[in-house]
């Protein structure tokens, strides 16, 4: 018996729609770039759990506007299993399509001798191998920390810019001299191969793959959803003395410098303080800490400058002549680059991790004395 018109109609148009959804989401899967996440047993759990939580913020906050998610997740290597447990994922999703980004978090290579032993891990030549491939195919290569030595050891970053984790870097200058390094950088992108440097540096690999596949405005919803500082640099964060501590000249160089910050010397000063000629002092200062005696010289007092700064009530034009500078317009373009905070910025947040209240004007403490004539305010660096 055939159904009246009416009838008829409203099947014909529930079986539309619903064809329609279906096909919206089957074109919604397909659309949405595959990320594979790919693990080596004993990675830094930090930086597997930052990844897979990025991504699951990034889905949620899309989940919460009505709209598909941004990205699918599959999680692959000898440390899958381990990483489903910690992420709650699924590791089989979109197991039959190619990967459209490969992140491959930070390892638990924290000095020279694991790095060595962790490239020559079988689970290590196998994960070369899926790089290999997924690159091939079109994908987008992630990494951060020491699990950018295993991007390297596949020779995908030959004769690219990259950065890692700064204390391995001169290590990373030894394994792989093809490639340019850059450990001032936090995160580096050259074509579809994007580096990172520490393990907390994951944090910002995440959000530029989050920009650049869904959006810069979700990425900064992201970053706004978890209290993130967007960081463009790593080179405040570097230790000097571990890094020079691998060549006992450099150090000594250092040494001596630290002992004169306050006033002005030559490179070649320097050199013969480490014993050593001027040519081969750059050659092994280069090495030890990725910086030429120049630089060498400039983030130490740099380093000076930033101590006194967050430690005395010294104007810049003080904590200039302390570090060797005559001309506080120098230090200052110094500390701007390496994007310290102004003055008052840091002393402010000095006193706020010390419990202080923040300091009311003297009218105010004493209303029965007239306020006292204002000083000469000190040159703020910003």
Known sequence: MLSSGKGCANGISRAFISTSVKSDIIRGYFAMPLIDVLVLEGASAASVAITTELIDVANGIRARAGRLPCFDVRI???????????ARLPAKGGANRPADVVIVPGLAWTDEQLVREGLQRRDAEMARKALHAAFQSGAEIASSCSAVFLVASAGLLDARRATTTWWLAPLFRQLFPRVTL?????????????????????????????????????????????????????SRYMALSFLTAADERISRAERWARARLHRTFSISELATAAGLGARTFARRCERATGLSPVKFVQRLRVDKAIELLETTRLSLDDIAEKVGYADPSTLRKLLHREKTPGARASRAARKRDNGAAPSRTRAARRPDRPAAPKRKRALDVS
């Open 76 to 86: 692959s290597g000898s440390g899958a299993r381990w990483t489903t447990q910690l």
């Open 182 to 234: 850059d450990t001032d950088a936090m995160v580096l992108t050259d074509g579809r191969l994007t580096t990172a440097g520490a393990a907390m540096a994951q944090l910002d690999l995440m959000l530029s793959i989050i920009a650049r596949h869904a959006g810069p405005d979700l990425a900064d919803s992201c970053a706004r959803f978890l209290l993130l500082d967007r960081r463009q640099s790593q």
